[in-house]
């Protein structure tokens, strides 16, 4: 079934790069996606990356995809008390009208 | 920039009451969907809509929701009659295609909904 994981929680330092994984179970998934959701407010697109890339950057982000693991991952580098936030993968899996699928998300605290 | 709008952004009511969240997608999207967080869980697809009809509903949408399309701009959600477990905040997400590449989906600030 469709299915996407992600670890709950990740700590860093202010400065430090921050890496954000997940997993996915479906292949034939065409865009993949990171929202970012702060405090009390909506979902808000951060990036996204076609599966037929590899990595994509974005200023201070950096998206890699790993189709053969079925992993996604979300660097953030030299990041900032305002990047704490919830980060959410979410894929648009084939069939139907290509609802987003989203994971659990993961809470990022960074710290002085 | 383009806006998914929701009002109200946070209703409080008694369990058994109806609801109605009501969304004004962006102008030119042709493709409406609602989601919702509960507190601390995934956020869960509901609903898709498209050509004033349902495209595809997932296992929580059962007979006591409704969403529709009443004129040319608002999307609403109706709940006839909340429980307790329907306490969450609802997402209302409009696209221009099927599969929006650049824009991805762009959601609304959401509703939070609290049945006591």
């Known amino acids: 079934g469709e299915d996407v994981e992600q670890s709950l929680f990740l700590s860093v330092r202010e400065g430090d790069s921050s890496v954000i994984n997940c997993t996915y179970t479906d292949s034939s998934s065409t865009y993949l996606y990171w929202y970012k959701q702060e405090p009390g407010a909506g979902l808000q697109l951060l990036t996204y990356?076609?599966?037929?890339?590899d990595m994509k950057q974005d200023q201070r982000l950096t998206v890699l995809l790993n189709k053969k693991d079925k992993h996604l991952s979300l660097r953030i580098a030299d990041t900032q008390t305002g990047d704490s936030a919830i980060y959410f993968c979410a894929l648009v899996f084939s069939g139907g009208y290509n609802k987003l699928i989203f994971g659990a998300g993961t809470r990022l605290a960074v710290h002085p | 920039e383009p806006e998914v709008t929701q009002t109200p952004s946070h209703q409080v009511t008694q369990m058994g009451q109806e609801v109605i969240l009501r969304c004004v997608p962006i102008s030119n999207h042709l493709y409406f969907y609602w989601y919702r967080q509960i507190l601390g869980q995934k956020v869960e697809f509901l609903v898709s809509?498209?050509?004033?009809?349902?495209?595809?509903k997932s296992e929580i949408f059962d007979d006591q929701f409704s969403v529709e399309r009443p004129d040319g701009s608002n999307f609403t959600l109706k709940i006839r009659s909340t429980k307790l477990e329907d306490s969450a905040m609802y997402f209302c997400a409009s696209s221009e295609h099927r599969s929006s590449a650049h824009y991805g989906y762009t959601f609304g600030s959401g509703t939070r909904l609290t049945v006591v």
């Open positions: 809509f498209y050509n004033n009809e349902i495209s595809e």
């Open positions: 990356i076609f599966s037929n890339m």
